[in-house]
């Protein structure tokens, strides 16, 4: 069974940067397009980034130009590297595939004070 663990949040004043991990248990992690997903107080998760297999990325336009989405297979792990955060990025944040979506992890909070 595939496990997530994501880390690397925090409390960061807008304008900061901040770079979240999620590292996956379990064989073909190569495989797997990945996404990372945000989950607002109250709100329902969406989408923000993805990186498929051979590292085609893609974002939501809210995150477009501010968030690199990337993964190192060797370490079956996925990044999200976050600039310019604003309040509105204040969230929850979890990695999964982006299709056919395993147990959730924690996530990892994330808040941006003005």
């Known amino acids: 069974q595939v496990q997530l663990v994501e880390s690397g949040g925090g409390l960061v004043q807008a304008g900061r940067s901040l770079r979240l991990s999620c590292v996956a248990s379990g064989s073909a992690f190569s495989a797997n397009a990945m996404g990372w997903y945000r989950q607002p107080p109250g709100k329902q998760r969406t989408l923000v980034a993805t990186i498929n297999s051979v590292g085609t990325t893609d974002y939501a336009d809210t995150v477009k130009g501010r968030f690199t989405i990337s993964r190192d297979n060797a370490k079956n792990a996925v990044y999200l590297q976050m600039n310019s955060l604003q309040p509105e990025d204040t969230a929850v944040y979890y990695c999964?595939?982006?299709?056919?979506?395993?147990?959730w992890g924690q996530g990892t909070q994330v808040t941006v004070s003005s």
């Open positions: 999964n595939k982006r299709f056919n979506q395993v147990a």
